[in-house]
């Protein structure tokens, strides 16, 4: 075990005085990790000296965000500049986690365009280019700087992230601002961003369109959307058709959409439909929805109906698996024969 796992394994067990011993004899060692997390310590604690000397330890001894968080303790400092300069040659050797730091560096200064820039050359990298405008575009939300943000999520559409105009648009429409919320998810679209469709749905249902809401839907499912596959089972299971329901949500899920199934059957049983139990058992076809079946299960439970409960929560244990209702019920086990054992 190592010195700094040691440290977090007395600091979870309450001994702070031998997590601290571990934390330093790691730092002696020169553990890049130990190093960053004392920096980080010393950072949280407004140690600002101290936390620049172990971050920088923390880059000489290779840790891949070392160089980010020296311009984070420099940023706090009042040192933007400096921040910039330790960032740019790690930049340059190609440091994704110095790329983030100077992009949120640049923004937080007020150099707008230098940050989309950046993250406009992230664009190799999905999984930095999407933090990159997730939170360039959430830090403008948050200041309540919208029009700037909606700047940054056409930029982002521009280079193939469509999705941010969508969060946009329900941003617009949760607001009362209809027009906008339109212009966006119409945007977003046209980007290729089918779930955008499904904010356009929601606009027409709340403008008492509702034929117009089920057109929407209706493209949002044939065109692949995740959310709209989930909406048109949700759509087909109210309507009393489980066996479509299920359809939709097992490609919801195949989308993307995790746990389409389970929260299907949730969603009809809370909400008084009749076919809860069906999509669960129509999803145990092939192969048995625990989460939706178990589920399920604690909704009988709860209104009352344990014998319903006790069905499902068998066939849940029969599929292999041991929830905390199957204690409740069982809580001696079950025989083999299925039958409930007495207490020893």
């Known amino acids: 075990m190592s010195l700094l796992a040691l440290s977090r394994m007395r600091e979870a067990a309450g001994d702070t005085q031998g997590a601290d011993q571990a934390l330093r004899q790691a730092v002696d060692a020169g553990d890049a990790d130990a190093l960053m997390e004392l920096s980080a310590r010393c950072h949280k604690g407004g140690n600002?000296?101290?936390?620049?000397?172990?971050?920088?330890?923390?880059?000489?001894?290779?840790?891949?965000?070392?160089?980010?968080q020296v311009a984070r303790v420099l940023i706090s400092a009042g040192d933007p500049a400096g921040a910039e300069r330790i960032l740019?040659?790690?930049?340059?050797?190609?440091?994704?986690?110095?790329l983030l730091q100077l992009i949120f560096t640049r923004n937080e200064a007020g150099d707008y365009e230098g940050a989309a820039q950046l993250a406009q050359q992230a664009s190799h990298d999905d999984n930095i280019a999407l933090t990159a405008w997730e939170e360039l575009i959430e830090w403008h939300v948050a200041c309540?700087?919208?029009?700037?943000?909606?700047?940054?999520?056409?930029?982002?559409?521009?280079?193939?992230?469509?999705?941010?105009?969508?969060?946009?648009?329900?941003a617009r429409r949760r607001a009362g601002d209809v027009e906008r919320a339109e212009q966006l998810a119409q945007q977003a679209e046209d980007s290729g961003c089918p779930d955008a469709l499904l904010v356009l749905a929601l606009i027409r249902w709340a403008t008492g369109d509702p034929k117009g809401a089920d057109v929407f839907v209706q493209r949002a499912v044939e065109a692949g959307s995740p959310q709209g596959l989930f909406?048109?089972?949700?759509?087909?299971?109210e309507a009393g058709d489980p066996e479509q329901a299920v359809r939709l949500a097992h490609r919801a899920a195949?989308?993307?959409?995790?746990?389409a199934v389970a929260q299907l059957a949730r969603h009809l049983e809370e909400a008084g439909y009749q076919g809860?139990?069906?999509?669960?058992?129509?999803?145990?076809?092939?192969?048995?929805d625990l989460a939706a079946l178990l589920g399920l299960a604690d909704i009988r439970e709860r209104a009352g109906d344990h014998a319903a409960a006790e069905r499902l929560a068998r066939q849940a244990v029969d599929a292999g698996t041991i929830a905390p209702l199957a204690?409740?019920?069982?809580?001696h086990g079950l025989d083999a024969d299925?039958?409930?054992?007495?207490?020893?």
């Open 254 to 259: 195949d989308a993307g959409y995790a746990g």
């Open 231 to 237: 909406e048109g089972a949700l759509a087909a299971g």
């Open 276 to 288: 809860g139990e069906l999509v669960a058992q129509e999803a145990g076809k092939a192969e048995p």
């Open 338 to 344: 299925g039958t409930p054992l007495p207490p020893w």
């Open 144 to 170: 309540a700087k919208l029009e700037q943000a909606e700047q940054f999520a056409a930029q982002a559409a521009d280079f193939g992230y469509p999705r941010f105009l969508t969060q946009l648009a329900q």
């Open 88 to 98: 740019l040659p790690t930049v340059d050797a190609g440091n994704p986690e110095a």
């Open 48 to 68: 600002l000296v101290e936390a620049e000397r172990f971050a920088r330890r923390a880059e000489g001894a290779g840790h891949l965000e070392g160089a980010a």
């Open 327 to 331: 204690y409740r019920l069982w809580p």
